[in-house]
Structures are given as structure tokens and as C-alpha cells.
Nanobody, 115 residues
Framework: QVQVVESGGGLVQPGGSLRLSCAASGSIFSIYAMGWYRQAPGKERELVARITNGGTTDYADSVKGRFTISRDIAKNTAYLQMNSLKAEDTAVYYC?????????WGQGTQVTVSS
């Protein structure tokens, strides 16, 4: 199995920045992609960004140019750098690892953008 744990959420003012981290453990050799998703109150969970082992990235239109996903394979960690944050970015952010075993979700970390 693969386990993932998120960290780095918090309260930030509009226009500010945060970096989220996602640490993977377990059968990490089987991971071929990692992604960040978010879910705001009353809304469905949505893809924010995803990165494959080969470095291919995919972003939601709403975050392109503001968020950057990266991955340190040696550290088994994925990151989400979030800049120019907006109130509408407020949500619980979840990390997901995709592996030959299946999909593994973290518990989520709250990001609140407010003045």
C-alpha cells in the first residue's frame, strides 16, 4: 500500500503564497503520478495539479500561472507552490498518489485565503 500525508496549509491573505507538501510512504516504487485536489464547501472535489514520474504536469485552468507542482522522487515528496492566492482558492487540499496498486488519498490540509 501507499500512504500520503499532506502538510503546509494555513491562513493567508489574498495575494499571498503557501507551499503544500505531500510525503509518500509504503510501496513508493509503484507510484507513477501524484496530484493535488481540492474541495471547497458545497462543491465537488476537483483536480488542481498533477505530475507524472516523467515530469509531465497538468493544471486546472483556474490555477495556471499561479500554482506550480513539483516532485522530489528521492524524498518521495510532492509539492504545490501556490502564489497570488485568491479567496476562491479556499478549500481543503488533498494529495493523491497513483500507483500500480491503486489510488491513495491523504487526509487533507485546510487552506484559507482571507483578509
Amino acid at each position: 500500500q501507499v500512504q500520503v500525508v499532506e502538510s503546509g496549509g494555513g491562513l493567508v491573505q489574498p495575494g499571498g503564497s503557501l507551499r503544500l507538501s505531500c510525503a509518500a510512504s509504503g510501496s513508493i516504487f509503484s507510484i507513477y503520478a501524484m496530484g493535488w485536489y481540492r474541495q471547497a464547501p458545497g462543491k465537488e472535489r476537483e483536480l488542481v495539479a498533477r505530475i507524472t514520474n516523467g515530469g509531465t504536469t497538468d493544471y486546472a485552468d483556474s490555477v495556471k500561472g499561479r500554482f506550480t507542482i513539483s516532485r522530489d522522487i528521492a524524498k518521495n515528496t510532492a509539492y504545490l507552490q501556490m502564489n497570488s492566492l485568491k479567496a476562491e482558492d479556499t478549500a481543503v487540499y488533498y494529495c493523491r498518489a497513483e500507483s500500480a496498486i491503486g489510488r491513495s488519498w491523504g487526509q487533507g490540509t485546510q487552506v484559507t485565503v482571507s483578509s
